[in-house]
Structures are given as structure tokens and as C-alpha cells.
Nanobody, 122 residues
Framework: VQLQASGGGLVQTGGSLRLSCAAS??????MGWFRQAPGNEREFVAA????????YYADSVKGRFTISRDNAKSTVYLQMNSLKPEDTALYYC??????????????????WGQGTLVTVSS
């Protein structure tokens, strides 16, 4: 099982980035994105049901970020628009083997990617 995250970088306020997370090894019930800024705890950003495609978002990113998945490529994406300096963080993708319904909790995810850094300059 492997999750490979990519797409981070440096962008100005108001800019956009698209993160990708390629999954391998098995099928998953759902996948999510979390982020962790220096000195802060890891926080939920977005999640998606692998079969349903139903998205879930943190209030802080709703309307700006879009999560999607490509089943054929076993890849989940996070399109981030209207980026703000407070979005600066290390972004992690995660996958859960079985549906828990608690997609906002990092503890329900069984596998984690290595993280990709997003820096938004003011």
C-alpha cells in the first residue's frame, strides 16, 4: 500500500494549486486530505467517498477547494483556488480501508502519504 502525494509549491495569495495523491495496493472506502502548519495540529481539509464520490469539506476551505477522484487512475485530487496565507501547510493525503463515517478524524485513516508542502505568500 502506497500513497504518493504531489503538486505542492509556492504560490501568491489568490493563486491556485492542484494536489494529487496516487494510491496503490488495494481499494479504499474513502480518501482525505489533511494539513499541518508549523506549531499547529493536523487538521481535516477534505474527504471523498471512493465509490460514491461524495465530497466533504472543512468550513475553512468550502467554496475554494474541490476534492475529486479518478477511479481508473486510483488518484484523488485537491484543487485549491483563492489561496490564502493561512492555507500554508504540509498537506497529507490519507486513505481508509473501511467506511467509518468519521471522515474528519485522522485516526480513522489507515494509510498516509508523505506530505507535500504548500506555501502561500502574501
Amino acid at each position: 500500500v502506497q500513497l504518493q502525494a504531489s503538486g505542492g509549491g509556492l504560490v501568491q495569495t489568490g493563486g491556485s494549486l492542484r494536489l494529487s495523491c496516487a494510491a496503490s495496493g488495494r481499494t479504499y472506502a474513502g480518501m482525505g486530505w489533511f494539513r499541518q502548519a508549523p506549531g499547529n495540529e493536523r487538521e481535516f481539509v477534505a474527504a471523498i467517498g471512493w465509490s460514491s464520490g461524495r465530497p466533504y469539506y472543512a468550513d475553512s476551505v468550502k467554496g475554494r477547494f474541490t476534492i475529486s477522484r479518478d477511479n481508473a487512475k486510483s488518484t484523488v485530487y485537491l484543487q485549491m483556488n483563492s489561496l490564502k496565507p493561512e492555507d500554508t501547510a504540509l498537506y497529507y493525503c490519507a486513505a481508509e480501508r473501511y467506511y467509518s463515517g468519521n471522515y474528519r478524524q485522522s485516526s480513522v485513516y489507515d494509510y498516509w502519504g508523505q506530505g507535500t508542502l504548500v506555501t502561500v505568500s502574501s
